[in-house]
């Protein structure tokens, strides 16, 4: 249940015996609830006032790539004034960044783009409280030089012989969704028993799509930055790439109905040097005005309403 202190939360239970086969999940399908009832609480004893003329406490903040355009205008225009605080951010994919974490680089605060790997660290009781929240969503677009030199209109393009494409590696989760949603296409458009069969050009579309990709990346900004350069003809990233980027890029949607939607995770470390700090960090990123502002760069809202009880 939300606490009534922090109503404007996100908070849905998670039963780990019955967690989901797959850590991304299909638009029609329900986006897993996040793990965790309550908001995080403060430490029971508070810490004593120190004098306002101290130095700013630094907090080491683990962030997936995707995010950091809205984490970085969040630590410069409100928490590090307000909190007297420095933001130390370690940008990176998720997968890299949980086994920096594993392997005890210190670290106060994970944000991950698939919560899978917050729930790793719940697995290796890795976390405060042995929590994580589910706090909010991205999902997929290709992107496209702003000349797009190939002239490429739609997703049956991309199928195209000689069509160079850059996607992310599947390790990290941007091309893990990216896999999927190939593979959710191919399953569907070129299945003649599927009502939404398209007819014959979809078949083996994953496979024709894959055999035009010239260069795995580590993380979804170097899929951004290989089409910016217009060192391919297409890329597959976040639709919050396409926000960011304004008329840099052009893009071609991908429809809910085979699209991949990634639930993102966040999660306070359980030896934090810097707990009733980090508790308002993740309480921000919770809140109605949080959700806000993740919507004002393109992230989705997690699957339930905010206030809503379970």
């Not at 970085?72 to 370690?90: C, P, T």
């Not at 992107?143 to 797009?148: K, R, S, T, Y």
């Not at 990634?262 to 040097?273: C, K, P, R």
């Not at 005005?289 to 699957?303: T, V």
Request: proline residues 6%.
């Amino acid at each position: 249940m939300l606490l009534a202190a922090f109503s404007g939360a996100l908070a849905i239970g998670y039963n780990l015996n019955n967690s989901p086969s797959n850590n991304g999940s299909k638009a029609s399908a329900s986006v897993p609830p996040s793990p965790t009832s309550t908001s995080p609480s403060p430490s029971e004893t508070p810490t004593p006032e120190e004098p306002t003329n101290r130095s700013p406490t630094e907090l080491r903040i683990f962030v997936a790539t995707s995010l950091a355009n809205v984490v970085r205008k969040h630590a410069q225009e409100r928490f590090e004034r307000e909190n007297n605080a420095r933001i130390l951010l370690n940008l990176g994919g998720s997968d890299t960044l949980y086994q920096q974490i594993a392997s005890g680089s210190p670290a106060d605060i994970y944000l991950a783009a698939d919560f899978k790997w917050t729930m790793k660290l719940k697995t290796d009781r890795l976390l405060d409280n042995n929590q994580y929240w589910n706090f909010t969503t991205n999902q997929l677009i290709v992107i496209l030089p702003a000349d797009n030199p190939k002239k490429v209109t739609n997703l049956l393009d991309l199928a195209r012989p000689h069509t160079k494409i850059v996607v992310a590696a599947c390790t990290v989760p941007v091309g893990k969704y990216t896999n999927m949603t190939l593979t959710n296409i191919q399953k569907t458009w070129s299945n003649r028993s599927d009502p939404t069969f398209k007819g014959p050009q979809w078949e083996h579309y994953r496979d024709r799509v894959m055999s035009n990709i010239v260069s795995y990346e580590p993380t979804a900004s170097y899929v951004v930055t290989k089409v910016l350069m217009g060192v391919c003809d297409a890329g597959f990233a976040y639709i919050t790439d396409v926000k960011s980027q304004g008329p840099k890029l052009q893009y071609v949607e991908i429809p809910q109905s085979v699209n991949t939607i990634g639930t993102y995770g966040i999660a306070i470390i359980g030896n934090t040097g810097c707990r009733d700090l980090s508790v308002k960090y993740v309480q921000f990123w919770l809140s109605k005005e949080g959700q806000e502002l993740l919507a004002d760069f393109g992230f989705g809202q997690s699957a339930h309403v905010l206030g809503e009880t379970r």
